[in-house]
Every structure is written in C-alpha cells, then in structure tokens.
C-alpha cells in the first residue's frame, strides 16, 4: 500500500466527500470541539450532535455541537 499525502487528498475533495469523510471520523472515536470566544480569549470545549454532527449548509460545513464539557470558559493567553 502506498502512502498518501493527507493534506493533497482533502484538497482535492468537494465539501460533500469532506462531510462524508468527517462523519466517519466523528463516529468511529470521541471528539472535543474547542470554540474560542473572540474578543474574549477564552475556549469552550462542546460534544459533537449525535444525531447530525455535520453537513452541507449552503456552500459552508456546519459542524453543530450540544452541551459545554466545561461549565468555565478556558484561557487560551
């Protein structure tokens, strides 16, 4: 097997094949979603939505997210 350049392999995907490939990700493992507050300097860290995690939004990538993992927000400075 070949290696592959990650970075070539999502620069040649359309948003539909990145939503795709987002969605495998998001499902096989836990993931943390840091936000930052700007003008703030702060982080907030929020669980994925399990039932719809990702998707096209226009011509955009929605990633939606439910409650905080942390009830403080985090510094980042």
Do not use: C
Request: net charge negative; aromatic share 10%; no cysteine.
């Amino acid at each position: 097997m070949s290696k592959v350049d990650l970075h070539e392999l999502v620069n040649d995907l359309d948003n539909n094949e990145i939503i795709t490939l987002l969605r495998i990700i998001f499902a096989n493992r836990p993931v943390e979603v840091y936000i930052g507050m700007y003008p703030k300097n702060t982080l907030r860290t929020f669980d994925l939505s399990e039932e719809n995690p990702v998707f096209l939004n226009g011509n955009h990538i929605q990633i939606n997210t439910e409650d905080a993992f942390t009830d403080k927000a985090i510094k980042w400075q």
